[in-house]
């Protein structure tokens, strides 16, 4: 029984549609490899610092945590000598996602379509900007500038 559904996996997997795809795949990454046959999806190119380029897809209607959830699924495939206990959490608090350097995705419950991406784009890891909490001192009723 094992060796049959062993043997029905290789002959999926030896499909051209579905040749691509990488050793660890799971239900997402057939689900894009299919919509990308239908052309639903949005291809991207995560540029980061030393010239490395990471192809990434998302559905035509993905939102912003969707895509932050294939990036990271990109870059712990691109770079096998990451440390396990990497926090992801940390980095998206410190970086979001842009394009172009100029286009911030910083509201992850946005679809993609609202930041205008578009297909073959580059997507980059920018520094997050941060906007204090804390409330404006009161000035002195005096107080000239």
């Keep these: 029984m094992l060796e049959e559904i062993h043997d029905l996996i290789q002959d999926l997997l ?10 660890d795949i799971d239900s997402e990454d057939v689900r894009c490899q299919i919509a990308r046959a239908k052309g639903h999806v949005i291809d991207l190119t995560l ?5 490395n380029k990471i192809r990434v897809c998302v559905l035509h ?9 294939v990036v990271t699924k990109a870059i712990k495939r691109a770079t096998p000598d990451l440390p396990r206990a990497y926090s ?12 172009g350097g100029s286009i911030r ?17 580059n997507i980059h890891l920018t520094k997050r900007v941060r906007v204090s909490q804390r409330p404006a001192k009161k000035r002195h009723k005096n107080f000239t500038p």
């Design 105 to 121: 995705l910083s509201d992850p419950n946005r679809l993609l379509v609202h930041y205008a991406v578009k297909n073959n784009d």
């Design 61 to 69: 209607n993905a939102r912003v945590s969707d895509l932050q959830r």
């Design 47 to 51: 540029v980061r610092p030393p010239d």
């Design 14 to 23: 030896g499909d051209p549609l579905l040749a691509d795809l990488p050793e």
């Design 88 to 99: 992801w959490r940390s980095l998206w608090r410190r970086y979001c996602l842009s394009i």
